[in-house]
């Protein structure tokens, strides 16, 4: 079972995408990220939730700041590991859609079509972490039906 983690500032908005995911036939660990405790990231360290995964999911705004450094720092400690950055509203011009620190979007309030689309396409088998594209809506090439 693929394996996703869920680190949002907000533990509401959380639940629900945790749902959607579960839903969605998904394995989910949640963490609040540095503005929850102390993030290994954040000190250049790599994190074991993080290791354990295999897509993560993190809110735009999970370091607090709204400032790119938390998903610089992942991207170069996991480099490979599919990353989905969601945003309630626009992205930030620091969000990368291709090159080192490339991120999938997953724009607007919470939506779990919108979520496990932009799950299924950096998932998708060939794509990089470096060659990924913006999943802002939902797939209908992909069916949004559990997987188990």
Do not use: F, N
Not at 8 to 37: F, K, N, T
Not at 42 to 60: I, K
Not at 99 to 106: D, K, Q, S
């Amino acid at each position: 079972m693929t394996r996703v983690l869920v680190v949002h500032h907000d533990v509401d908005v959380a639940d629900i995408e945790v749902d959607d995911l579960r839903r969605a036939g998904y394995e989910v660990d949640q963490c609040a990220g540095p503005v929850g405790s102390t993030c290994p990231v954040l000190e250049g360290h790599p994190c074991w939730q993080v290791d354990e995964a295999d897509v993560l999911v993190y809110d735009m705004w999970a370091a607090g700041d709204g400032r790119s450094h938390l998903i610089d720092d992942l991207r170069e400690l996991h480099p490979d590991k599919p990353v989905v950055l969601t945003s309630g509203g626009m992205l930030m011009d620091w969000v990368e859609a291709s090159g080192a620190h490339a991120v999938t979007p997953a724009l607007g309030p919470p939506d779990g079509a919108v979520l496990v689309a932009a799950v299924e396409r950096a998932l998708q088998p060939g794509t990089r972490a470096t060659d990924q594209r913006a999943a802002t809506a939902p797939s209908t090439s992909q069916p949004a039906w559990p997987r188990w």
